[in-house]
């Protein structure tokens, strides 16, 4: 069976799947991104990083796809985070990794905030890893995993997300 290509669309970008049989019963999909380089530049992520100064924080995670996408969102909070005097430990959800890996990750990096910019599933996978550990970092999302931050409420600690800007989330089990 030859590989197919599909298109998809969301705000401000599309995307494509080439699929490709490997066996009868497997496949491999490739994912690729078409948007606008200035999608990189989510305002979101600069409002984060000033919640983060407000707290007076200055050591953050940020939760990444292992993909180019990702890795520019990274190199983009990192130049946001060094004009704020933050430091960035990146997270790459690398294929493999399990939500308690990268919790485990995250606890060894020592931060005051985590967020994220990745799948949703997996954030919750780490921030219910980290809380059985008894950490507490504030935890923030873009995008992909803000909607599903705020029905976590109440979660565990801090939480912030662009569809609560001035909430800071607290007491109870994720």
């Known amino acids: 069976m030859p590989p197919s290509l599909c298109f998809g669309t969301a705000p401000d970008q599309a995307f494509f799947f080439i699929v490709r049989p490997t066996s009868a019963a497997t496949i491999d999909v490739e994912i ?17 990083l000033g919640i983060v100064k407000t707290y007076g924080y200055s050591r953050v995670a940020f939760v990444h796809a292992d993909s180019d996408t990702g890795r520019r969102h990274l190199a983009n909070v990192r130049r946001l985070a060094g004009d704020r005097g933050i430091d960035v430990a990146p997270i790459s959800m690398a294929a493999g990794l399990t939500p308690a ?14 967020f994220n910019h990745g799948s949703y599933s997996v954030y919750v996978g780490i921030i219910k890893s980290l809380r059985a550990k008894g950490l507490t970092p504030m935890f923030m999302a873009v995008n992909s995993g803000a909607a599903q931050m705020a029905r976590l409420w109440p979660c565990a600690g801090p939480a912030h997300t662009p569809l609560l800007p001035a909430a800071r989330l607290a007491v109870g089990n994720v």
């Open 32 to 48: 690729g991104y078409l948007f606008h380089p200035s999608a990189l530049e989510h305002p979101m992520f600069d409002h984060l």
């Open 101 to 114: 890996a990268l919790a485990d990750a995250i606890a060894r990096a020592r931060v005051d905030a985590v």
